[in-house]
């Protein structure tokens, strides 16, 4: 299966450097004079100006082995086709040196190259690639709102945070991808404008989405259009105060919401979701997410997790401390299958399932939850309710057992828990997620 992966970010001057050997016929294994930065990474653009046809070309990294970086050749300004880095010669007509930088500078302008297959968008970029993955870098915040699919798709596409750039269950980790949006409008509109039944896939996954600046109410709307959307591993918190329903994630499409964190949203009116799983005939499967801290202080309700459907598919969810609601909410129904969730609810026993753990105590069930910033925070304690309650749902669907720490509950023998985080996980670490990006990216 044909993958291509390119960066996104604002470091569009990552690192100037000069060839000195190129092998192959394209594309080439690429040595330079001096060492590129180590910021350089799969996916970004080399760009080099050829004095002879007097423009630029711009090459793919698609590998890194040590000191060779593999490009593969995309387009250039003069339309000359293709040609080595080492044959492109400066004013002197020596050897011409060219510069790192990210594919893409914003999740929109990712998103605006996206086209149904067969796609070439900036020359052979795509080449009829089955898989996109987008990744972005943790150059600055990413701010931009209102990203959309471009036209129909059919190629799967994945965004996500570069593998050393996740946050790993930590709330604003230094050095790691943060999506702070600032406008009044939706962060991310997954629509699919083929027909229903497209068998295109979007991911989202590993990106820390911070509210705390957001004039809007809608985080990730998915579509009803959208029949395959995965959104995994990701952080949403901090949206606060608005005049209509409080909503980081609605999900009216087909799909899977797993091991994410959904942490203090606050509403003085109208309704306040952690997750919100519109009504409708889709089918939504929805594993392992920890929902906290989801407040109204006004006349209608909040809820950790509201189901509107019995297509509508939970196991395995931690839902705490709702203030002015319910930790699960079923407007429409539920599936029967729906079991081993854990809440904090006690006189409505919300939980759905005849597994289910109701009236979970707070200070029992995590090592820290009134510091955010805190790298323990709602990871489990010994002893909690949540450990060890849960149904083991092996590799099925794909990516369900990658939790929020990275950590593979299926590579060892663990009773699976409740919630985004296994309590047998070690502290996070950059190589804990290796496994992950594999999981989330391809599917048979």
């Known amino acids: 299966m044909a993958i291509t992966t390119v960066s996104i970010g604002s470091n569009q001057n990552i690192s100037t450097v000069t060839p000195s050997s190129c092998s192959g016929s394209g594309p080439w294994v690429v040595a330079f004079t001096s060492t590129p930065s180590s910021d350089v990474a799969v996916g970004d653009m080399y760009v080099s ?3 002879n046809n007097f423009g630029n070309y711009f090459f793919l990294v698609t590998a890194i082995s040590g000191s060779n970086y593999t490009l593969k050749y995309i387009t250039d300004d003069s339309t000359m086709g293709s ?12 050897q011409a040196s060219g510069t790192f930088k990210r594919w ?6 990712f998103n605006d190259s996206l086209c149904s297959q067969p796609c070439s968008y900036g020359g052979n970029l795509y080449d009829g ?7 972005m870098h943790d150059d600055s915040d990413f701010t931009e709102t209102g990203t959309y699919p471009s036209e129909a798709q059919e190629t799967d596409v994945t965004l996500t945070a570069y593998e050393a750039d996740r946050h790993l269950g930590v ?8 999506w702070k949006p600032t406008a009044n409008t939706y962060v991310l509109d997954l629509t699919d404008a083929a027909a229903e039944g497209s068998t295109a896939k979007w991911t989202v996954s590993w990106i820390e989405f911070d509210f705390s600046s957001f004039t809007g109410n809608i985080g990730i709307d998915v579509d009803p259009t959208m029949d395959r959307a995965y959104i995994t591993n990701n952080i949403f ?30 509403d003085n009116g109208d309704y306040a979701f952690g997750i919100n799983l519109s009504q409708g005939s889709k089918t939504v499967e929805c594993y392992n997410n920890t929902v906290y ?22 196991k395995n969810n931690l839902v705490m401390t709702i203030v002015g609601g319910s930790c699960y909410v079923s407007d429409g129904g539920v599936s029967a299958s729906s079991d081993y969730n854990v809440g904090s609810d006690t006189s409505a026993n919300s939980a759905f399932g005849s597994n289910s753990v109701n009236s979970a105590v707070l200070a029992d069930t995590f090592e820290e939850y009134s510091t955010a910033t805190a790298t323990d925070f709602l990871r489990l304690k010994t002893g909690s309710a949540a450990i060890g309650v849960s149904e083991d749902l092996a590799t099925t669907p794909v990516g369900v057992n990658i939790d929020l720490n990275g950590f593979d509950r299926n590579s060892v023998a663990v009773d ?4 985004c985080f296994q309590f047998t996980t070690s502290a996070p670490s950059a190589s804990s997620t290796t496994n992950a990006a594999f999981l989330l990216f391809l599917e048979v």
Request: with cysteine.
């Open 49 to 51: 100006y050829d004095n």
């Open 83 to 94: 040609e080595s880095p080492c044959n492109l010669v400066n004013e002197e007509y020596g």
């Open 104 to 109: 893409f500078a914003t999740v929109t302008l």
């Open 129 to 135: 690639s089955n898989d996109i993955v987008g990744e």
């Open 171 to 178: 709330i604003g980790a230094s050095g790691k991808v943060v």
């Open 237 to 266: 918190h901090s949206m606060s105060n608005h005049a209509n329903n409080l909503n980081p994630l609605r999900f009216s499409g087909n799909g899977y919401v797993m091991n994410n964190m959904f942490y203090n949203m606050t």
């Open 293 to 314: 801290k989801i407040t109204n202080t006004g006349a209608d309700d909040a809820n950790g997790i509201r189901t509107g459907d019995t297509d509508h598919l939970l």
């Open 416 to 419: 699976w828990d409740a919630g």
